[in-house]
């Protein structure tokens, strides 16, 4: 093991990489990681990065947002295949349809988007900044795209405003189900319980705490109890447990895995870092227009 991350190291220095990852990569991949987080802060980190080359151990629209705001940089995914099932869950034609429908009409796209429906949206926002953005949106009439989950979670924050939604949710998240959420309460009855917006309405509803995978982490750090129901993928726990000691971190029985962000190895970031396969690459016009939703989200969000 250590072997290969003096490997990677000593590639990482050669190139002047820099690697980031995702809170929901394997905990070695974390590791080997120069910043770790979720997506806002990696998209603040591949904006600000003075690397040439930007190793991103997550999923596409992750490495495609820092390929927008670093067109002059290679940046590399390990594994290439890595893709969030929600970033394809709304359509342009949709977007159209809204914009057609109502005449002041705000298009928000969850930076779990593709590119092609950033390029098409007002302004981006992520789970830590979603609300910071939404309130500097005038607009009366939000569509919230495509993560029904995090947009019903804002809308009641916002009742001067009508959201409207499509039918977009993340699998991991969505699916954690209430009885086991019901069965980890009654079992440590001291536990608070940090729940991810992207969970169902019913899962939040039994949270005392609702918030991006930064604020859960900040949230058991600050929070003076010693068992936490933690309600989101369980990449997070290695953090959890390396910030928090002595403090205990339960997650449903099912645990909530992300495939895609699973299929990140050490392995793989060796392997892109030496042979550089199939970088990033995003069509200029396109990228352009994605690049001002993004932009706009830091003005707006940071
Ligand atoms: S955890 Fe959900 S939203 Fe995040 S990458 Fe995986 S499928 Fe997409």
């Known amino acids: 093991m250590s072997c290969i991350v003096d490997e990677i190291r000593r590639e990482k220095e050669k190139q002047n990489a820099v690697i980031l990852a995702h809170l929901y990569v394997d905990g070695e991949v974390q590791e080997i990681a120069d910043y770790c987080g979720d997506s806002y802060y990696l998209s603040q980190m591949a904006q600000k990065t003075d690397a040439d080359v930007i190793v991103f151990c997550g999923v596409e629209f992750m490495a495609e947002s820092a390929k927008i705001l670093n067109p002059e940089k290679t940046v590399l995914m390990p594994a290439r295949d890595a893709d969030c099932p929600m970033a394809h869950m709304a359509t342009i034609e949709q977007i159209k349809k809204f914009r057609e429908e109502y005449d002041d009409l705000a298009v928000v796209c969850y930076i779990n988007s593709t590119t092609e429906i950033k390029a098409y949206s007002d302004v981006a926002v992520t789970s830590s900044n979603a609300k910071k953005v939404v309130s500097n949106i005038p607009n009366k009439h939000i569509l919230f795209i495509p993560d029904q989950n995090l947009g019903g979670h804002l809308a009641p924050m916002f009742p001067d405003k009508?959201?409207?939604?499509?039918?977009?949710?993340?699998?991991?998240?969505?699916?954690?189900?209430?009885?086991?959420?019901?069965?980890?309460?009654?079992?440590?009855?001291?536990?608070?319980?940090?729940?991810?917006?992207?969970?169902?309405?019913?899962?939040?509803?039994?949270?005392?705490?609702?918030?991006?995978?930064?604020?859960?982490?900040?949230?058991?750090?600050?929070?003076?109890?010693?068992?936490?129901?933690?309600?989101?993928?369980v990449g997070v726990a290695h953090r959890l447990h390396l910030d928090n000691e002595g403090k205990r971190f339960f997650f449903p029985e099912t645990r909530p895995v992300c495939p895609n962000m699973k299929k990140v190895t050490l392995e793989k970031v060796l392997r892109v870092l030496k042979e550089h396969n199939d970088p990033i690459e995003v069509a200029p016009d396109i990228a352009e227009r994605a690049k001002e939703c993004l932009v706009r989200m830091h003005q707006w969000g940071g």
Request: charged letters at 25%.
């Open 162 to 233: 009508e959201f409207h939604f499509v039918d977009g949710y993340c699998h991991v998240h969505n699916f954690i189900d209430p009885k086991q959420v019901e069965a980890l309460k009654a079992e440590h009855p001291m536990a608070k319980v940090a729940a991810h917006p992207e969970c169902a309405p019913e899962v939040r509803a039994m949270a005392d705490y609702i918030g991006s995978t930064t604020g859960i982490l900040k949230y058991a750090q600050e929070t003076d109890a010693e068992e936490f129901i933690i309600l989101t993928e």
